[in-house]
């Protein structure tokens, strides 16, 4: 036992060491919840709602394309005016409502893309307007989409692809590479429709699929299927083409059904001499596309982003 | 150094010392703590924030079924929602689609919800007082919200509700013709309005 004199220093001491190691097992708990709180606050600078806003944005673009293409026979001036109007009037909308999550917005149209659509509605042979089986559809095109639905006991039977080129109903895409033939027929002993994709020398693919109990199969060339089958070929031909292409038929006594070929070139340039109000197939203008831009500034994000629309394209 | 006839007097001061020292001490080390934002309980932050994704998720889904429009377009045109009363559903979500998910999500987990809908006003400013869609009641104090904006067109039409697949039919009558809560703000476009939706969730 320490002497007596010594007591009270001792007890100080020890006292002191006590207090010391409280206060640091408190502080050891404080940091460990406040730890805690801080990592599990709502972080984010709010990024998500820029990108719900230009989402809106672009959905709103595409449906009033699409609604302005319904019309037949519009002016370019009317269509594009019509379409600036809409995206003005959305923009000026939307802000009130970003307004109240301290948050200014626009959209504003950057540029339009006039187009044409050679359409037929009508179950018919693809032949020209005068009925010719060999025409030219559009020439200078740099970009398009083509859908086609075609009935199968229609179609050319040929038991081998140069059967087929030479006789069946051909798509033929003409770049300064030369000729990127897409060939429709059936083949020989079966009731299915095939698409051949590419030349027969060089040949990118085959499609092939049963048309099911309506004989009508849909070729889509925006989305590159067969019937509703994903057909990879037809999209490795468009790749291949060069930046100006002309687009032909040949025998298009071999098949009937409906199409609609979506060029984006205007109407003036475009060579085929159908008329909007005349038999199929028909032409007319349409807005091929649009640039706009979107932007979004709130206290911590600003964010500017040009998008272009396509009419016609799904969300995928 | 004291003698020893005082001696009973410093113990007794060393020791009341190191006792205040100790209290002090105990008394600081309780002071700093912070407890309580992640307590288990009701108003626990974890908690608020989990019903904001939740909501901000099913808004998200749903505009993606696109389930929400048609619920926003059923409007019988004599002041309230389709198979409402004047002032919401009340019991919970409507009969479309739409409700059925609100419901299955947020309902069943014992979350009550309303579902405000923000208009432009012919002056071309937000509706100040939402139209309600669902009122379940008064929030509490730590409720969340999530919104999320819609647009309708002139040719959009108004819809009905179709009673035996809980789903909306359309009618004949387009926005343009139609008596609605929103009214046409831009006569010149056919962009008729755009509405914010807002779900405001908290705990039962």
Redesign the interface.
Known sequence: MAD??D??QL??V???T???M??T???L??AA??T??VA???AGPGT?EAI??ET?AT??AR??IE?LNERDGEEYDHLEQ?FT??V???S???R??S???LATTSVTTVSVDFGTVIRQQDSLAFTDPDGAEGWRLAENVNESRIRLNVSQDSLYVADSPSDAETNALNVIYIDGAGQHPLRFYTPDGTDDVRVGVGPTWALIGQCTVDPGADDQVIVDFDENTVGGEPCEAIGTLQDGLGDEYEIRIRNGHKATGTYAVNVNKSIGNVAIAADADGDDPTVTTVLYGATLRVTYRSPDVYYRSEFQVVAGESDA | MVTGGDRGQAHALEAITAGMLLLASLLFALQVTAVTPLTGSTSSQHIENQQAKLAEGLLAAEAENGTIVPTLLSWNQSGHFAGAEPGGFHGGGPPTAFGNVLNRTLRERNIAFNVNVFYVTSSGERSRHPVQLVDLGSPSDHASTATRSFTLYDDDVLRELNDTDDSTDPTGTALADATYFAPDADSDSRVYNVVEVEVVVWRM
């Open positions: 007596v004199d007591r009270g007890m100080l020890g006292a002191l006590l207090a010391v409280l206060v097992l408190a502080v708990l404080n919840i406040y805690g709180n599990t606050r709502d998500g719900e806003y809106e959905a709103m449906s009033t609604a019509n109007d809409a003005d009037a959305w000026g909308m939307a009130n409502h307004a109240v999550s």
